[in-house]
């Protein structure tokens, strides 16, 4: 298909071998058999070291065999030392976490010390990191209050209560025991077939574990506060992604949960600490037809730019990935085939998503990556493979979105497993590049030539006193005709958190006329005369110190 008329066409190239990202994800054996060796990794990006460019967190998994000592695999930092290049420093900043079967991270400063904690999903515990500073870490994990025995997967921090501290939220996938999993094969789950073939089981036919929500004592510690929350403390989601999104525009954080084989969950926060769940009465629950699908990943954002945050979910294979349009008053409406986005993605499975504006013409274009979690698929025919390519939409306007995957430049020629996915301004060229987790491979950086033709600005919000990231915050950015809102999140797509920074694509505007700056706790800021082409700093106003 050719190039989407009106826009620069833009390539993609995976520079990660060059760059030195160099760590080979584990995921269980080569040959799968079990589903903790199928849902796989996430990617999270931040300025550990606070040097001014964006560094990469790689969590890493592991296997059911022991290893012999020192063949352990281990996550991995590494720095960005600029000009396309990284160096892994693992080990001097402490998060290696040799042993455990991590799944997803996501970077936040729980404690408001200025310096960038992290924290890792997995399999029986989770870890916290609490940052010490120039890019060094301590596992905190045993004093914070966090506690878990189950499979955690995605988690996203966000100031739920409006008190001014990170709060977090876990999602939880299924009650497994690792020592006894049910295997394909006669006398195995009805869920251990797919399409007549025998397959890796689950998740149906297994228990479902209850997602966690924490709230933040302020003391560097957490409280388990899922009881007593609203939201659902019976095993009967399947939890993958989630994300905290103002949905209805209320001022607080509402939370959405992807859910694998299991209808999706929608948390409306009442902005005192209480949740209802109103996924289907919302229409974010289920598809037009009214069937739940096998939610993976999730991001909000606004691709048609009314000011409301839309809903992205990825999919399984031979159903589709769904695009929900926010409506207004907390309510959805499956846009999926009428935007172009559904039939496209019937063939392929995916994970990691995300809206990015990747040719800065305004609009914010979509992101899938993808692959499979039967790796002898490939050998059934059955009209899906294990490697799959992973997928870009331009933004046409108008609620269209033209798949362009094939003019994207030689990293959308590749064929991977692709689970995690992570966008933000590697290179700090104006314009988003992607880094992307393989299955059993080391994971593709793919570097945006050509996306900052048109100009940009961008931004980097630090909070006065808590929520020192201003998780949460709203920007609207107006150049023109063009009225552009993002949202800052802290977890989102699969397993992954984003650049903090916001960076907005200007078209054909060469200048911006007004900015305003929405804080987390209401205090709203307005910009102007501000140069583009360029990151800005922004502090929120402090009115205490005043």
Same mark, same amino acid.
């Given at each position: 298909?050719?190039?989407?008329?009106?826009?620069?066409?833009?390539?993609?190239?995976?520079?990660?071998?060059?760059?030195?990202?160099?760590?080979?994800?584990?995921?269980?054996?080569?040959?799968?058999?079990?589903?903790?060796?199928?849902?796989?990794?996430?990617?999270?990006?931040?300025?550990?070291?606070?040097?001014?460019?964006?560094?990469?967190?790689?969590?890493?998994?592991?296997?059911?065999?022991?290893?012999?000592?020192?063949?352990?695999?281990?996550?991995?930092?590494?720095?960005?030392?600029?000009?396309?290049?990284?160096?892994?420093?693992?080990?001097?900043?402490?998060?290696?976490?040799?042993?455990?079967?991590?799944?997803?991270?996501?970077?936040?400063?729980?404690?408001?010390?200025?310096?960038?904690?992290?924290?890792?999903?997995?399999?029986?515990?989770?870890?916290?990191?609490?940052?010490?500073?120039?890019?060094?870490?301590?596992?905190?994990?045993?004093?914070?209050?966090?506690?878990?025995?189950?499979?955690?997967?995605?988690?996203?921090?966000?100031?739920?209560?409006?008190?001014?501290?990170?709060?977090?939220?876990?999602?939880?996938?299924?009650?497994?025991?690792?020592?006894?999993?049910?295997?394909?094969?006669?006398?195995?789950?009805?869920?251990?077939?797919?399409?007549?073939?025998?397959?890796?089981?689950?998740?149906?036919?297994?228990?479902?574990?209850?997602?966690?929500?924490?709230?933040?004592?302020?003391?560097?510690?957490?409280?388990?506060?899922?009881?007593?929350?609203?939201?659902?403390?019976?095993?009967?989601?399947?939890?993958?992604?989630?994300?905290?999104?103002?949905?209805?525009?209320?001022?607080?954080?509402?939370?959405?949960?992807?859910?694998?084989?299991?209808?999706?969950?929608?948390?409306?926060?009442?902005?005192?600490?209480?949740?209802?769940?109103?996924?289907?009465?919302?229409?974010?629950?289920?598809?037009?037809?009214?069937?739940?699908?096998? !939610?993976? #990943? =999730?991001?909000?954002? &606004? %691709?048609?730019? $009314? /000011? +409301?945050? *839309? @809903?992205?979910?990825?999919?399984?294979?031979?159903?589709?990935?769904?695009?929900?349009?926010?409506?207004?008053?907390?309510?959805?409406?499956?846009?999926?085939?009428?935007?172009?986005?559904?039939?496209?993605?019937?063939?392929?499975? !995916?994970? #990691? =998503?995300?809206?990015? &504006? %990747?040719?800065? $013409? /305004? +609009?914010? *274009? @979509?992101?899938?990556?993808?692959?499979?979690?039967?790796?002898?698929?490939?050998?059934?025919?059955?009209?899906?493979?294990?490697?799959?390519?992973?997928?870009?939409?331009?933004?046409?306007?108008?609620?269209?979105?033209?798949?362009?995957?094939?003019?994207?430049?030689?990293?959308?020629?590749?064929?991977?497993?692709?689970?995690?996915?992570?966008?933000?301004?590697?290179?700090?060229?104006?314009?988003?590049?992607?880094?992307?987790?393989?299955?059993?491979?080391?994971?593709?950086?793919?570097?945006?030539?050509?996306?900052?033709?048109?100009?940009?600005?961008?931004?980097?919000?630090?909070?006065?006193?808590?929520?020192?990231?201003?998780?949460?915050?709203?920007?609207?950015?107006?150049?023109?005709?063009?009225?552009?809102?993002?949202?800052?999140?802290?977890?989102?797509?699969?397993?992954?958190?984003?650049?903090?920074?916001?960076?907005?694509?200007?078209?054909?505007?060469?200048?911006?006329?007004?900015?305003?700056?929405?804080?987390?706790?209401?205090?709203?800021?307005?910009?102007?005369?501000?140069?583009?082409?360029?990151?800005?700093?922004?502090?929120?106003?402090?009115?205490?110190?005043?």
């Amino acid at each position: 298909m050719p190039p989407a008329p009106g826009h620069s066409p833009v390539r993609f190239v995976n520079v990660a071998r060059d760059a030195g990202l160099t760590l080979r994800n584990v995921s269980g054996e080569v040959q799968k058999t079990t589903i903790d060796e199928t849902v796989g990794n996430g990617i999270c990006l931040y300025d550990v070291d606070d040097d001014g460019a964006i560094d990469i967190f790689i969590p890493n998994g592991s296997r059911g065999r022991p290893y012999p000592p020192g063949e352990a695999p281990r996550s991995a930092l590494y720095r960005n030392k600029g000009g396309g290049a990284f160096e892994d420093i693992t080990e001097r900043a402490g998060v290696a976490s040799i042993g455990y079967w991590a799944q997803g991270c996501v970077f936040g400063d729980y404690d408001d010390d200025g310096k960038i904690d992290l924290f890792l999903t997995g399999f029986g515990r989770y870890i916290l990191y609490r940052g010490l500073g120039g890019g060094r870490f301590r596992d905190v994990t045993a004093s914070s209050g966090l506690k878990s025995r189950g499979w955690s997967t995605g988690a996203a921090f966000g100031d739920y209560d409006g008190d001014g501290r990170l709060d977090l939220y876990v999602s939880h996938y299924v009650d497994y025991d690792a020592s006894s999993p049910p295997l394909p094969g006669p006398g195995s789950l009805k869920n251990c077939f797919y399409k007549g073939a025998p397959v890796i089981c689950g998740p149906g036919g297994l228990q479902p574990s209850i997602g966690r929500l924490f709230h933040n004592e302020g003391n560097g510690t957490f409280r388990d506060v899922t009881q007593g929350s609203g939201l659902v403390i019976r095993p009967t989601g399947y939890g993958l992604g989630v994300v905290w999104s103002d949905l209805d525009l209320d001022g607080d954080l509402d939370l959405f949960v992807a859910n694998d084989t299991t209808p999706n969950w929608l948390y409306r926060n009442d902005g005192h600490g209480r949740f209802t769940e109103v996924g289907a009465m919302s229409g974010a629950a289920f598809t037009e037809e009214g069937r739940a699908q096998s !939610g993976m #990943g =999730v991001d909000a954002g &606004d %691709y048609d730019n $009314d /000011g +409301r945050p *839309d @809903l992205i979910v990825t999919n399984f294979s031979h159903d589709y990935s769904t695009l929900r349009h926010n409506d207004g008053g907390m309510m959805f409406t499956d846009v999926s085939i009428p935007s172009g986005i559904g039939l496209a993605t019937m063939p392929t499975l !995916g994970w #990691g =998503v995300g809206f990015l &504006d %990747y040719d800065n $013409d /305004g +609009r914010q *274009d @979509l992101f899938i990556a993808n692959g499979h979690v039967f790796p002898n698929i490939d050998d059934r025919h059955l009209g899906t493979t294990w490697k799959q390519h992973n997928q870009l939409f331009h933004n046409e306007g108008g609620g269209r979105f033209l798949e362009v995957t094939s003019q994207a430049g030689p990293a959308f020629e590749e064929l991977h497993s692709a689970r995690g996915a992570a966008f933000g301004d590697i290179d700090d060229d104006g314009d988003v590049d992607i880094v992307v987790n393989n299955i059993d491979e080391p994971p593709a950086l793919l570097r945006n030539d050509g996306g900052n033709a048109a100009h940009w600005i961008g931004f980097r919000l630090f909070g006065a006193r808590r929520n020192r990231n201003a998780v949460g915050a709203r920007v609207t950015v107006s150049a023109g005709l063009l009225r552009q809102t993002r949202e800052i999140h802290a977890g989102s797509s699969h397993n992954s958190s984003n650049d903090p920074r916001l960076l907005f694509g200007l078209g054909s505007s060469t200048r911006v006329d007004r900015v305003e700056i929405r804080w987390p706790l209401g205090r709203t800021q307005v910009l102007t005369d501000l140069p583009i082409d360029r990151y800005h700093i922004v502090h929120e106003p402090d009115k205490e110190a005043q």
